[in-house]
């Protein structure tokens, strides 16, 4: 079994940001020469998360707004009284999305729904710096 490995540097620009990565896994796909096998997306943060769904401006309001009634921002949070950086949200939002997804690939084609692409949202108060790691196993 064969292994590839991508790193993307990402600027997110506000909190509840989303960007679509579907690309940049095709073209590390394409650029793997793999035909067939799994890739994980992941990011290396624990305020940020990676998660399929529909790209779209409806979808992505309606998350950000989900997210805000199942983990509110204006609340206390322990994590607040540690580092009084009042993201304690963000670390539970990221915990409850996930930091990775990993997506089975054939003939050099992730095999994603018709409405599915791979996205980042960002978590933390505001926009940062992301790494993206993207690992490709498979022959």
């Given at each position: 079994?064969?292994?590839?490995?991508?790193?993307?540097?990402?600027?997110?620009q506000?909190?509840?940001?989303?960007?679509?990565?579907?690309?940049?896994?095709?073209?590390?796909?394409?650029?793997?020469?793999?035909?067939?096998?799994?890739?994980?997306?992941?990011?290396?943060?624990?305020?940020?998360?990676?998660?399929?769904i529909?790209?779209?401006?409806?979808?992505?309001?309606?998350?950000?707004?989900?997210?805000?009634?199942?983990?509110?921002?204006?609340?206390?949070?322990?994590?607040?009284?540690?580092?009084?950086?009042?993201?304690?949200?963000?670390?539970?939002?990221s915990?409850?999305?996930?930091?990775?997804?990993?997506?089975?690939?054939?003939?050099?084609?992730?095999?994603?729904?018709?409405?599915?692409?791979?996205?980042?949202?960002?978590?933390?108060?505001?926009?940062?710096?992301?790494?993206?790691?993207?690992?490709?196993?498979?022959?």
């Amino acid at each position: 079994m064969a292994t590839f490995r991508k790193v993307l540097h990402l600027q997110t620009q506000h909190e509840g940001d989303m960007i679509d990565l579907t690309g940049e896994l095709k073209k590390a796909l394409g650029e793997s020469s793999l035909k067939s096998g799994l890739a994980c997306v992941f990011v290396p943060h624990s305020t940020a998360a990676i998660f399929a769904i529909e790209f779209e401006p409806g979808l992505r309001k309606d998350m950000r707004e989900a997210l805000h009634r199942l983990m509110p921002k204006g609340i206390e949070y322990e994590h607040h009284k540690t580092w009084n950086d009042e993201n304690g949200h963000s670390h539970i939002r990221s915990s409850f999305l996930g930091p990775s997804m990993t997506v089975p690939f054939h003939e050099g084609v992730p095999d994603l729904g018709t409405w599915q692409q791979i996205v980042l949202m960002e978590l933390d108060n505001g926009g940062r710096e992301r790494k993206v790691v993207i690992q490709v196993m498979g022959s």
